[in-house]
């Protein structure tokens, strides 16, 4: 199967690092014009559009803290002001906080609700509003919400939120041929990942796959660029896993 995105239009969030990133890149390298969104790494954000660029695409850094309303609105009209259209949106932004619940401040838990929960809502409101009809929305979720992980209770609650987003905007949108879903890595290795952990607690994490090894950022972008293809117009609100059979 060869997937082409030429004359389509990505929004990515969280686009400057880690799999973000990766998913900026292989957007990019099918053929997607696509809006390379960061919120203070701007070095970072303008080395992934000028590899785009190099490899022939076309992509755009755009500044926005996803936590603030009017910034995401910034976000969706200064690509459509760049590319004309709006087509895929890769919800990818996120933070986490890895504290036993009875440890989490209130501002923690703001924070990261406005983040991961907040943040997603207003953008996939504003891709009801502005994304073109037959188009592809990816909430990037974690497979930690099948599994029981102290210190992970306030990160597991905010993706245990997207996947209920998801749902309910699958069906908002079916009738416009749009398709939204869900895609849920398992442990991946990125600086997110890695926060907090030890080497040891990587590898009992690693274990835990079928693999015996933690996942790559480009696996995950790999699996975007699938489920955001014309051939996958007959899958939305599902929750995909892509975990190495870390979690069923």
């Not at 790559?216 to 609100?237: F, K």
Request: hydrophobic share 45%; with cysteine.
């Amino acid at each position: 199967m060869q997937i082409a995105l030429r004359n389509k239009t990505a929004i990515v969030t969280g686009a400057s690092r880690g799999i973000g990133r990766e998913i900026a890149l292989t957007l990019g390298r099918l053929g997607a014009g696509v809006a390379v969104n960061f919120g203070r790494n701007e070095h970072q954000a303008q080395e992934v559009v000028s590899e785009i660029i190099r490899l022939g695409g076309a992509a755009i850094p755009v500044q926005a803290d996803v936590r603030k309303r009017e910034q995401i609105d910034s976000l969706f009209d200064r690509t459509l002001e760049r590319f004309g259209t709006i087509d895929i949106l890769v919800n990818n932004a996120g933070i986490a906080v890895f504290k036993a619940i009875q440890d989490v401040t209130e501002e923690e838990f703001d924070n990261i609700f406005a983040c991961n929960v907040k943040g997603l809502f207003f953008a996939c409101q504003q891709a009801a509003k502005k994304m073109a009809d037959g188009g592809r929305i990816i909430n990037i979720s974690s497979s930690v919400t099948k599994v029981m992980m102290p210190t992970y209770g306030a990160y597991g609650a905010t993706k245990g939120a997207v996947e209920q987003i998801t749902k309910v905007l699958a069906k908002e949108l079916g009738h416009r041929n749009i398709t939204v879903n869900t895609l849920s890595p398992g442990p991946v290795d990125t600086e997110l990942f890695r926060q907090g952990k030890s080497e040891q607690q990587i590898q009992q994490l690693a274990n835990m796959s079928a693999f015996g090894r933690i996942g790559t950022p480009m696996e995950i972008a790999d699996a975007v660029a699938l489920l955001v293809s014309e051939q996958a117009g007959w899958i939305s609100g599902q929750n995909i896993c892509v975990n190495g059979g870390f979690v069923a």
